[in-house]
Nanobody, 126 residues
Framework: QLQLVESGGGLVQPGGSLRLSCAAS????????IGWFRQAPGKEREGVSC????????YYADAVKGRFTISRDNAKNTVYLQMNSLKAEDTAVYYC???????????????????WGQGTQVTVSS
C-alpha cells in the first residue's frame, strides 16, 4: 500500500547543493524508518542515510557524514535529504526505501529496507 516517489535530482557543480524528497502515499510515513540509497554506474547500491520512525535518530555513511542531512516533515508525509558540498563521486541515482517493520531505530541493516521508489538522478560535474 505504501508507495515512495523520489524527486529533486539534477545537474550541479562541485561544491553545490541539492535537496532530495521522498514522498509517501498510502500509509503514514512517520511510523516507518526510511533510508536513502544510491547507485553509481557499474557499482553496487550503497546505503547513504537513515532516519528512525520511533524517535528521529539518524545515521550517515562515512562518505557523506558532515555534508548530508536527513529529515522528515510528517505533515507532508515526506522525508528529505539535504546534500551540501557535493563531490563528483556523489554522482548516482538516489533511491529511498522503508524498513519492513514499524518504529525501529537507526542504524539498521540496509537489507531490511524495501518498497523502493523509482529513483532520481544526481550528477555532480563542472
Amino acid at each position: 500500500q505504501l508507495q515512495l516517489v523520489e524527486s529533486g535530482g539534477g545537474l550541479v557543480q562541485p561544491g553545490g547543493s541539492l535537496r532530495l524528497s521522498c514522498a509517501a502515499s498510502g500509509l503514514t510515513l512517520s511510523a516507518y524508518t526510511i533510508g536513502w540509497f544510491r547507485q553509481a554506474p557499474g557499482k553496487e547500491r550503497e546505503g547513504v542515510s537513515c532516519i528512525s520512525g520511533s524517535n528521529g535518530v539518524t545515521y550517515y555513511a562515512d562518505a557523506v557524514k558532515g555534508r548530508f542531512t536527513i529529515s522528515r516533515d510528517n505533515a507532508k508525509n515526506t522525508v528529505y535529504l539535504q546534500m551540501n558540498s557535493l563531490k563528483a563521486e556523489d554522482t548516482a541515482v538516489y533511491y529511498c526505501a522503508r524498513d519492513r517493520q514499524l518504529f525501529r531505530r537507526c542504524p539498521l541493516p540496509w537489507g531490511d529496507f524495501g518498497s523502493w521508489g523509482q529513483g532520481t538522478q544526481v550528477t555532480v560535474s563542472s
